[in-house]
């Protein structure tokens, strides 16, 4: 019985790995995805409120932005070690959608409210995979909304704070197996909850060639509920597995960017990032059950905190035409020995492209690609276990992301 609790304590708080590196999804607006995500000292249109909110007091009058990503990631598995055989995750489209309005009270005072889809993404692989005892199904989509009021000190410093209100909704499955007995049941989870956190932001402008800002986002303490169902299995252990209520505590990370905008020639705009993103609070999990029959548990994650490094670029074509570019490298937050199929990560390396048209004088589109890709990584220590009998889940992850965005802003 023990055991049993165990196993399905480990996929619960395991499985909530949805919410870690792999999936925080920072492109919240075409533009600044263009270039590579390098827009906290630049920050100069809606997407503002989410790069910089400091940043919508260069924003004049009232702005409505709204798009949507198409983001296609693969995946595949090499292994357990000494085998070679190469399991590939099923592929998957997803949808997260950004929506920014901006209005300027007077010379000094502006208001803006946002919503984007912060974390979210998900993976899925066979029911018969080799290791479907640690995961098969990861689904989670989370909206953030954010309250911004920014402040024009002057010409030159610009200041903001505001406050988030975020939802989250997850959908997790894999199966569970029993030693000494035969076969297997499968366990579904389905829960939501909410939490509430701020955001801040400076801009300093030095001249109109060159400028600074840094952004800060607080964490955001989820407190879960749901239910989970248990199907199949051996007989004798049915009335054992837990099915009903369950309830959890997940705090996403807080992160830190400082950034800056600099044009060396009248039509190019240069931008640089560096984000500080803070995973050690992704340490220790708990899940409690409803029914007290079944004590609660903890697992152990050890999150590391970590870092990531962009580079944009702008040129202006002509009046209406703008060009640009990016890269990236986003290391990842997790320990080898704790990686496993429910967020196959690794140190992450993205190169962008894109365009911005002006379809009339009000009315803006931009339109982005992203490519990234996931540096190969080889599991020689796992700690995980794709099977009752705790066989490491040694072996070798490739991963590869291909993402789409386009936005649509008009100015009043």
Request: hydrophobic content about 40%.
């Amino acid at each position: 019985m023990k055991k049993l609790l165990t196993l399905l304590a480990i996929y619960v708080l395991v499985s909530q790995n949805a919410f870690a590196g792999g999936f925080q999804i920072n492109e919240q607006g075409a533009r600044a995805m263009a270039m590579g995500g390098a827009f906290t000292g630049l920050a100069n249109d809606p997407s503002a409120l989410y790069f910089n909110p400091a940043g919508i007091t260069q924003l004049n009058g009232t702005y409505i932005m709204a798009g949507a990503d198409l983001i296609l990631p693969t995946s595949s598995f090499r292994g357990p070690s000494p085998s070679v055989t190469e399991y590939d995750m099923k592929k998957n489209a997803f949808t997260p959608v950004d929506f920014y309005a901006t209005y300027q009270l007077n010379n000094k005072l502006f208001f803006g409210v946002s919503m984007t889809n912060q974390f979210g993404l998900g993976t899925e692989w066979d029911d018969s995979w080799v290791g479907n005892m640690m995961a098969v199904k990861t689904q989670v989509t989370t909206f953030f909304f954010n309250a911004v009021a920014a402040y024009k000190i002057d010409d030159q410093l610009s200041i903001s704070a505001g406050l988030v209100y975020a939802t989250a909704n997850i959908e997790l499955s894999r199966f569970t197996g029993f030693l000494p007995f035969i076969g297997s049941a499968k366990v579904d989870l389905k829960g939501n909850g909410h939490a509430f956190g701020f955001t801040a932001g400076v801009l300093y402008k030095f001249s109109d060639d060159f400028s600074v800002g840094a952004s800060y986002r607080s964490q955001a303490k989820f407190d879960l509920s749901g239910s989970a169902t248990s199907t199949g299995g051996p007989v004798s252990v049915q009335s054992k597995l837990p099915n009903g209520g369950i309830t959890s505590k997940l705090t996403t990370p807080s992160t830190l960017t400082l950034g800056v905008a600099v044009k060396p020639l009248s039509k190019l705009t240069v931008t640089a990032d560096f984000e500080y993103v803070g995973w050690s609070s992704y340490d220790t999990l708990r899940v409690n059950f409803d029914n007290n029959a079944f004590p609660s548990a903890s697992t152990y994650r050890g999150y590391q905190d970590t870092y990531i490094l962009r580079l944009g670029a702008e040129y202006t074509l002509s009046s209406k035409l703008d060009v640009r570019g990016g890269i990236i490298f986003d290391r990842n937050p997790v320990k080898d020995e704790l990686l496993d199929p429910t967020l196959p990560d690794a140190n992450r390396l993205g190169f962008s492209c894109g365009l911005g048209y002006k379809l009339s004088k009000n009315l803006l589109i931009d339109a982005s690609y992203f490519f990234l890709r996931f540096a190969e990584r080889t599991i020689t220590n796992s700690q995980e276990s794709y099977t009752p009998g705790n066989a490491p889940m040694n072996g070798t992850y490739n991963s590869v992301a291909n993402l789409f965005a386009i936005n649509l802003s008009y100015h009043f």
